[in-house]
């Protein structure tokens, strides 16, 4: 049953929105100072030494990857973590008892994903702009990228979210799945400076994908075909919805 006007989608949305910005101290500031961190060690150790695209500095190619994984990573702990809240809590209860469609709840947690992933990424972004030299030649890939990417594991979080029934196997999961294919999607270098089996082994990573097409959006350059990377993520994003619908209408472990 879906309710009259959208009032439970806005209703909800805004809940999840307040969830994670009544501590953004912990939800978007945290995560910026973590990426920037990274950028500075990294730069600090490897700026003499790497040299990935022609005229780019290595501080300036590692800041859109690490506002990227910055995007995903926060994306995927909103909704996942809001879910598995609810549940350990018991207060799911009364977000399943509104007359609120499958829809509207997919739209509310993704939706509230994806603008917390976008508020890390542009913090990161913002506030390294007074230090390196960061041109936006393709602004629009780089909001596709962004966006389909926060969608993307904003739906992921949701399956993880239903599948997990205890804070350990949510920990798990972002451990042994999300973390690993962050890292290994090219945030840090280009994959073609790796040996010919890992180069086709990172192709088989989506993640790849979105760190590489949003990279594009800055420099107009990248390892494989925008076009291409924003039809894999597309395409991902596709499925995973479908995937995640087809949960939360079932009621998989929500309401079994």
């Known amino acids: ?3 009259p006007g959208m009032t439970g989608f806005a209703t909800l949305f805004y809940k999840e929105l307040l969830r994670f910005w009544k501590v953004s101290f912990q939800t978007v500031m945290a995560p910026v100072l973590t990426a920037l961190l990274y950028l500075l060690v990294f730069s600090h150790a490897l700026e003499q030494h790497v040299e990935v695209f022609d005229g780019v500095r290595y501080t300036s190619f590692l800041i859109p990857g690490l506002a990227m994984m910055a995007i995903l990573q926060n994306a995927f702990a909103n909704s996942s973590s809001s879910l598995i809240q609810s549940k350990v809590t018991g207060n799911i209860i009364f977000t399943l008892l509104a007359p609120l469609s499958h829809w509207e709840f997919f739209l509310a947690y993704v939706l509230a994903a994806m603008v917390r ?8 972004i913002v506030l390294t702009l007074p230090f390196v030299q960061l041109d936006l030649h393709y602004p629009l890939w780089a909001l596709l990228f962004a966006v389909l990417g926060s969608g993307l594991l904003g739906a992921l979080g949701i399956i993880a979210g239903i599948w997990a029934e205890k804070f350990d196997q949510l920990a798990a999961f972002q451990n042994f799945i999300i973390l690993p294919l962050t890292f290994l999607s090219g945030v840090f270098y280009s994959i073609h400076s790796l040996p010919g089996f890992w180069q086709t082994i990172s192709h ?4 790849f994908y979105m760190i590489d ?9 990248s ?15 596709f499925a995973l919805s479908l995937l995640t619908l087809r949960l939360l209408k079932s009621g998989y472990k929500l309401r079994q």
């Open 1 to 3: 049953m879906s309710s």
């Open 117 to 124: 992933g976008c508020a890390v990424g542009l913090g990161v």
């Open 204 to 207: 088989f990573n989506p993640f």
């Open 213 to 221: 097409g949003f990279r594009f959006g800055f420099f107009g350059v």
């Open 223 to 237: 390892d494989v075909s925008p076009y291409f990377s924003a039809a894999v993520v597309a395409t991902s994003f």
